[in-house]
């Protein structure tokens, strides 16, 4: 039943992706898109695997927040094995270390590699909003591509912070570092 569970959950973050992940309106403008990732940041610690054991899932926002509220909202209608969501604004990436997930907003892209470096080895999902984080050692980086989200996995930074990402949450990723 858990497998069947694991599933339909994993589906439904595919429909996400490649449906809901759409951004563009009838007449062309951009709107929905932090909406969107939101949802993502929150749905991700769904497949991993953290080592030891937490009370609450906590998200920092590590830079300049572009979500308002629309995080808040969607974390406070979700929880993962009875576990609630709470969100905290981060000032620096020490607070991090406290976080199961850090958001990394695109107001920290110059400092991505250190950013990486400062949190290897600590159980901290790491999710980035720009292209090319994977490669600077962010786990997952979220970036926009004819508008749709899209987002690349760098799994060798996530197996040195002792974190294992389902082999279903790889496949979705377009790039796999």
Known sequence: MQVL????NIRNLAV???????????????????????AFVVSFPKYVEYPGSFDQIVVGILGDDPFGQQIDAVASSKSI???????????????AKGCQVVFVSSSENEQ?????????????????????????GLMIGLFLEQNK????????????????????LLKLARQVY
Not at 5 to 8: D, E, I, N, P, V
Not at 22 to 31: E, I, P, Q, T, Y
Not at 81 to 95: A, I, K, M, W
């Open 5 to 8: 569970a694991g599933l339909m």
């Open 16 to 38: 996400a992706l490649l449906c809901g992940a759409f951004l563009g309106s009838a007449d062309g403008r951009m709107n929905g898109e932090y909406e969107i990732k939101a």
């Open 81 to 95: 094995g009875g576990h609630p969501f709470v969100v905290r604004r981060l000032r620096n990436e020490s607070e």
């Open 112 to 136: 991505g590699k250190r950013i990486a470096s400062d949190l290897r080895g600590s159980p901290v999902l790491t999710v980035a909003d720009f292209a090319g984080a994977a490669q600077k």
């Open 149 to 168: 989200v899209h987002f690349d996995i760098n799994n060798s930074s996530a197996k040195a912070s002792h974190l294992t990402l389902s082999a279903n």
